[in-house]
């Protein structure tokens, strides 16, 4: 039996820095990650005045000492978030509640995905901005102060626009009220309410409501080990069930927030049995705290499906690798309802497709979406990363199964979200990587 340790959750890391650095106090985190993404809000944090060190790669405690809600310095130079539209996005809400003005800006990727969706209802809370560059896009200027309290209807299922929403009602002493047509991942509520800043989450007529309903002149600081991410163990999931790592591989202690796992009830339904995956808490999933345990998967077949709005929130992150897992499964899978993969860090749609396509692999690009037939003939061939961690893994993953053979041209990118990456799957499937 194979085991593994991954490295920290990417959203959980974004969130445990921000909120060290606003509070008041020393804050004692482990477990960060070290990937690119963090690395550039920590840089960020460190030119708004706060000293957070770069989170270090073998994951043990830092500490940072927090400047208060409102304690961040003009910044001399603009804050470059990189890749990182997390990075971004919510640090636009923490500076709307700021008395500074920044530039924020970012690599190409990020310079070419929304902000409105974030800027427009900051807006109405009293923030300013102004786009130097394309409409809608980095970089931005923020003017931030005191804010209005917000009740809005999110009109996308986004994780970043909540969180950047209760970010600047906890930095800019607004009540703040977000609802979205199915929770999206619930990180931010549940460690606003771990730092003295309860955030109350109900359905409301159908929709799902937070609210930050009185927002602390301070908040406390954190003594928090940050779980291993759902979303890189989910590279090593499909690998094992597809056959490429051996008779069995256990995933320790990794964070099962159930608002990101959704990828499991979508493999049982490909056909996982509960044998062939399985898994086991530490920390049980009605904790208020990050739900945490082990997963184990054998080799199975899995069958196509049909994949739908209903499932995306839950499966945001990996829709990627269940495409790789659903290009070796018997039959057509059909997925639809996910028109938010066109402005990540790549548009995955399109990634998907082309890199799919390039390697003989039968698909269908739709608007919201992509069909893929299924099949068990060896692919070999060169793909793109399209600056993009996830298209990168997830090929990465398709290329070490038995038979196959794929070259990632920009394969570094990785580092992005899993730093290690390629040294795991070496481990695992000792011919990845020989391309
Ligand atoms: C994230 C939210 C999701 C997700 C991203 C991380 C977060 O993005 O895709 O990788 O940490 O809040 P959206 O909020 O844009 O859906």
Same mark, same amino acid.
């Given at each position: 039996?194979?085991?593994?340790?991954?490295?920290?959750?990417k959203s959980?890391?974004?969130?445990?820095?921000?909120?060290?650095?606003?509070?008041?106090?020393?804050s004692?985190l482990?477990?960060?990650?070290?990937?690119?993404?963090p690395?550039a809000?920590?840089?960020?944090?460190?030119?708004l005045?706060?000293? /957070?060190?770069?989170?270090?790669?073998?994951?043990?405690? /830092?500490?940072?000492?927090? /400047?208060?809600?409102?304690?961040?310095?003009?910044?001399? *130079?603009?804050?470059?978030? *990189?890749?990182?539209?997390? =990075?971004?996005r919510?640090?636009?809400?923490?500076l709307?509640?700021?008395?500074?003005?920044?530039?924020?800006?970012?690599?190409?990727?990020l *310079? &070419?995905?929304?902000m409105?969706?974030?800027?427009?209802?900051?807006?109405?809370?009293?923030?300013?901005?102004?786009?130097l560059?394309?409409?809608?896009?980095?970089?931005?200027?923020?003017?931030g102060?005191?804010?209005?309290?917000?009740?809005?209807?999110?009109?996308v299922?986004?994780?970043?626009v909540?969180?950047?929403?209760?970010?600047a009602g906890?930095t =800019?002493?607004?009540v703040?009220?977000v609802?979205?047509?199915?929770?999206?991942?619930?990180?931010?509520?549940?460690m606003?309410?771990?730092?003295? !800043?309860?955030?109350?989450s109900?359905?409301?007529?159908?929709?799902w409501?937070?609210?930050l309903?009185?927002?602390?002149?301070?908040?406390?600081?954190?003594?928090?080990?940050?779980?291993?991410?759902?979303?890189s %163990?989910?590279?090593?999931?499909?690998?094992?069930?597809?056959? =490429?790592?051996?008779p069995?591989?256990?995933v320790?202690?990794?964070?099962?927030?159930?608002t990101r796992? =959704?990828?499991?009830?979508?493999?049982a339904r490909?056909?996982?049995?509960?044998?062939d995956?399985?898994?086991?808490y530490?920390?049980?999933?009605?904790s208020? &705290?990050?739900?945490?345990? +082990?997963?184990?998967?054998?080799?199975?077949?899995?069958?196509?499906?049909?994949?739908?709005?209903?499932?995306?929130?839950?499966?945001?992150?990996?829709?990627p690798i269940?495409?790789?897992?659903a290009?070796?499964?018997d039959?057509?899978?059909r997925?639809?309802g996910?028109?938010e993969?066109?402005?990540?860090e790549?548009?995955?749609?399109? !990634?998907?497709?082309?890199?799919?396509?390039?390697?003989?692999v !039968?698909?269908?690009?739709?608007? +919201?979406?992509?069909?893929?037939e299924?099949?068990?003939?060896?692919?070999?061939?060169? /793909?793109?990363?399209?600056?993009?961690?996830?298209?990168?893994?997830?090929?990465?993953?398709?290329?070490?199964?038995?038979?196959?053979d794929?070259?990632?041209?920009n394969r570094?990118?990785?580092?992005?979200?899993?730093?290690?990456?390629?040294?795991?799957?070496?481990?695992?499937?000792?011919? %990845?990587?020989?391309?």
């Amino acid at each position: 039996m194979t085991e593994i340790v991954l490295p920290g959750d990417k959203s959980i890391t974004q969130r445990a820095l921000i909120l060290a650095a606003l509070a008041e106090g020393e804050s004692r985190l482990s477990g960060l990650l070290a990937g690119e993404d963090p690395q550039a809000t920590a840089s960020v944090l460190r030119a708004l005045g706060v000293d /957070v060190p770069p989170p270090p790669v073998d994951g043990s405690e /830092v500490r940072v000492r927090g /400047v208060g809600l409102n304690g961040f310095k003009a910044p001399e *130079r603009d804050l470059d978030f *990189r890749n990182s539209g997390t =990075g971004a996005r919510l640090m636009m809400g923490v500076l709307a509640g700021q008395s500074i003005s920044a530039i924020l800006t970012g690599d190409a990727s990020l *310079r &070419s995905r929304p902000m409105r969706r974030v800027t427009e209802p900051l807006s109405e809370m009293g923030a300013t901005f102004l786009e130097l560059g394309e409409s809608d896009r980095l970089p931005i200027r923020i003017s931030g102060g005191p804010l209005n309290p917000l009740t809005y209807e999110s009109p996308v299922g986004s994780a970043q626009v909540k969180s950047a929403l209760l970010f600047a009602g906890l930095t =800019g002493g607004a009540v703040t009220s977000v609802s979205e047509s199915t929770a999206s991942r619930d990180h931010t509520e549940r460690m606003l309410t771990m730092v003295g !800043a309860p955030v109350i989450s109900h359905e409301v007529e159908g929709r799902w409501q937070v609210e930050l309903r009185d927002p602390p002149k301070a908040i406390l600081p954190l003594d928090f080990a940050v779980p291993s991410d759902f979303s890189s %163990a989910a590279f090593f999931l499909v690998l094992g069930l597809l056959g =490429g790592a051996g008779p069995e591989l256990t995933v320790r202690r990794v964070g099962l927030n159930p608002t990101r796992t =959704g990828m499991l009830g979508v493999l049982a339904r490909m056909g996982a049995s509960p044998q062939d995956l399985t898994h086991s808490y530490d920390v049980p999933p009605d904790s208020p &705290s990050e739900p945490i345990g +082990d997963l184990t998967v054998r080799p199975t077949i899995l069958k196509g499906i049909e994949i739908g709005e209903a499932d995306t929130p839950a499966i945001l992150d990996e829709i990627p690798i269940l495409a790789v897992a659903a290009s070796r499964a018997d039959g057509l899978t059909r997925l639809t309802g996910a028109r938010e993969l066109r402005v990540k860090e790549s548009d995955r749609i399109t !990634a998907l497709v082309e890199n799919f396509r390039s390697l003989g692999v !039968a698909v269908e690009e739709l608007d +919201d979406g992509l069909e893929i037939e299924g099949s068990d003939r060896p692919v070999r061939g060169e /793909v793109d990363a399209f600056d993009d961690h996830r298209i990168a893994m997830a090929f990465a993953i398709l290329g070490a199964l038995p038979g196959n053979d794929i070259t990632i041209r920009n394969r570094d990118i990785v580092d992005v979200s899993f730093p290690g990456f390629w040294t795991i799957l070496d481990r695992l499937a000792p011919r %990845a990587g020989s391309g």
